[in-house]
């Protein structure tokens, strides 16, 4: 028995989300879709993350036990040549046996991308937030300082969350601009129901001055949801990396 772990990335604009769902297409049945045919058997295969519908991924990984003797190469191009156009395999290897491809995580990056301008770029179509508004991006750092650290976000995160425990540490939270394109990036140990869109919400807020750096400091003290910011269009935001290894620099973060 085989431990294989694949590397995808996907648009998800035409997916309910990554998890198998009843009565939606997802990510995760269309890869089974095609292993099927590749393997003679369907098998149950474990993801790294649940992406909501319209998100994307830069890196997803998904792991699965076959007794299936396909050299790795050919399980590659054979899932390729059968997956649509939105879905790619990026690689394919074998893991240790007890290797999960959520339990194992450490942490994730996302980036959510806003396209800045008022002009109309078909290639961000459904691929990043338009929002035409100036971004001031010297007043949003001080904010996505005061978000790095460990902290409850209760408060930014979704009423329909599952979680108990909504403790997590950021890492990293910034925000760049290359011409017109903005990305904000953040890492961390895990990430609760919509948390990612509601940061970037918050941030956008502070943009347009509908809430300055102290009151987000007290939607993190306080827990509380109606004071942070909108939670964005799924659009925009994309899985980019899954870490299975701590990368260096996360030990030199203090807490907030």
């Known amino acids: 028995m085989r431990n294989i772990l694949l590397t995808l990335c996907y648009i998800g604009t035409?997916?309910?989300?990554?998890?198998?769902?009843?009565?939606?297409?997802?990510?995760?049945?269309?890869?089974?879709?095609?292993?099927?045919?590749?393997?003679?058997r369907r098998e149950d295969v474990k993801g790294c993350s649940r992406t909501d519908s319209g998100v994307h991924a830069n890196r997803f990984c998904m792991n699965?036990?076959?007794?299936?003797?396909?050299?790795?190469?050919?399980?590659?191009?054979?899932?390729?040549?059968?997956?649509p156009e939105d879905i790619g395999v990026?690689?394919?290897?074998?893991?240790?046996?007890?290797f999960h491809a959520r339990y194992s995580c450490v942490g994730k990056r996302y980036r959510y991308l806003i396209w800045n301008s008022d002009g109309k770029n078909p290639f961000y179509k459904g691929r990043a937030l338009e929002y035409w508004?100036?971004?001031?991006?010297?007043?949003?750092?001080?904010?996505?300082?005061?978000?790095?650290?460990t902290h409850d976000f209760r408060g930014f995160c979704s009423a329909k969350t599952d979680q108990t425990n909504t403790v997590r540490t950021l890492y990293r939270c910034e925000v760049r601009?290359?011409?017109?394109?903005?990305?904000?990036?953040?890492?961390?140990d895990g990430f609760l129901?919509?948390?990612?869109?509601?940061?970037?919400?918050?941030?956008?807020?502070?943009?347009?001055?509908?809430?300055?750096?102290?009151?987000?400091?007290?939607?993190?003290?306080e827990q509380n949801r109606s004071l942070a910011g909108a939670t964005v269009p799924a659009c925009g935001l994309?899985?980019?990396e899954v870490f299975y290894t701590r990368p260096v620099g996360w030990d030199a973060i203090c807490e907030n």
């Open 238 to 240: 994309y899985l980019d």
């Open 14 to 40: 035409a997916y309910h989300g990554s998890q198998v769902q009843a009565n939606a297409r997802s990510v995760t049945e269309t890869v089974q879709d095609a292993m099927e045919i590749v393997l003679g």
């Open 90 to 98: 990026l690689d394919c290897r074998e893991v240790p046996a007890d």
């Open 64 to 83: 699965f036990y076959t007794q299936s003797d396909l050299p790795l190469y050919a399980l590659k191009r054979s899932l390729n040549a059968l997956l």
């Open 193 to 221: 129901y919509n948390m990612v869109r509601i940061l970037v919400g918050t941030l956008l807020w502070v943009n347009e001055g509908k809430l300055d750096i102290g009151q987000v400091a007290r939607a993190l003290k």
């Open 177 to 188: 601009r290359q011409g017109d394109l903005v990305t904000c990036i953040v890492e961390g």
């Open 133 to 149: 508004r100036p971004m001031d991006l010297e007043k949003l750092r001080p904010v996505c300082e005061i978000l790095c650290g």
